[in-house]
């Protein structure tokens, strides 16, 4: 498993446990993440804070590997 994959696998497993287990690691301070339906986040604390708010409210309870999708610049 190359580090890209393990990275995804990794942010995939934070959701499903509903932990932060290393977005520090995942994730540039100055990171650009947008949800699939649309809303971006800016940086890595936003997208610390908008994970923890989600998780308060809502569960993962299965990912599914078929469809993934990375951008690198």
């Known amino acids: ?17 509903k932990k932060d287990l290393g977005m520090d690691d995942i994730f540039a301070e100055n990171v650009s993440y947008t949800e699939s339906w649309g809303p971006c986040y800016s940086n890595r604390e936003t997208v610390k804070h908008w ?6 409210r809502g569960s993962v309870i299965a990912v599914s ?9």
């Open 65 to 73: 590997y078929t469809h993934l999708r990375a951008h690198e610049t």
């Open 1 to 17: 498993m190359d580090k890209r994959e393990q990275m995804i696998r990794l942010w995939f497993s934070m959701w499903l446990e």
């Open 51 to 56: 994970f923890q708010e989600w998780n308060m």
